[in-house]
């Protein structure tokens, strides 16, 4: 009972926060100036209100994570706001991990019980945990949901998952947060972004190639 009363509690709390604040409506509006602003006016304590709005996004993507990444980057400069948008992505993968283990075990369960991820995860959970998560992390074959919620009901050790996640999370955060950082300002950075889009394209299509050639033994 007291599992399903603080899931329930945590998703008002985020619920509210999406629908029944100012920055919860900035950032529905994708209004990337606006969000920034709001947030640069609140002082030291906008640093805690853009990794909230971080881990709000995470559980609620109403806007694209690279626009949120861009606000914030917007607010605090490059690397500051890279270091936000990194501290907000490490929670809300940590507290996806707790929900998933402690409060809302069963569900998750029920929603990825079958996944091959999770099977792999569980039998070298205890030997090779850490490694998996953080291929996992730099590989983008899974999305992060489902990977904080396999980890939170398989075994393997919390510090492992944290330690992963902590490393794991750096070069998809930084790599958003310059993106972000040249879509807010295109105009300086036309050549990037082209060069940006064309190297996704391409290594979407390698991993499609080596996913349809072998699936890699670690996350099959």
Do not use: C
């Amino acid at each position: 009972m007291k599992r399903i009363i603080f899931s329930v509690l945590f998703l008002a709390i985020m619920i509210y926060f999406v629908m029944q604040t100012e920055l919860g409506h900035l950032v529905r509006t994708g209004h990337v100036k606006q969000v920034a602003e709001y947030i640069q006016s609140y002082g030291w304590v906008a640093y805690l209100i853009a990794i909230l709005a971080v881990v709000i996004q995470t559980f609620f993507p109403i806007v694209p994570f690279v626009l949120l990444a861009g606000a914030n980057v917007m607010a605090f400069g490059l690397w500051t706001g890279f270091l936000v948008n990194w501290v907000g992505a490490v929670a809300a993968a940590l507290a996806n991990f707790f929900l998933a283990r402690y409060a809302a075990h069963d569900w998750a369960e029920k929603k990825i019980g079958h996944h091959s991820f999770l099977k792999n995860l569980n039998r070298h959970a205890e030997t090779r945990g850490f490694l998996i998560i953080l291929l996992a992390r730099w590989v983008p074959i899974l999305p992060s949901s489902v990977i904080n919620t396999a980890a939170g009901i398989s075994k393997i050790p919390i510090i492992w998952f944290v330690l992963a996640t902590l490393i794991g999370k750096v070069p998809a955060v930084l790599f958003e947060s310059f993106l972000g950082h040249y879509l807010i300002h295109w105009e300086h950075h036309k050549g990037k972004l082209i060069i940006i889009i064309i190297g996704l394209v391409l290594f979407v299509l390698g991993l499609r190639y080596l996913k349809k050639k072998k699936e890699p033994t670690l996350l099959s």
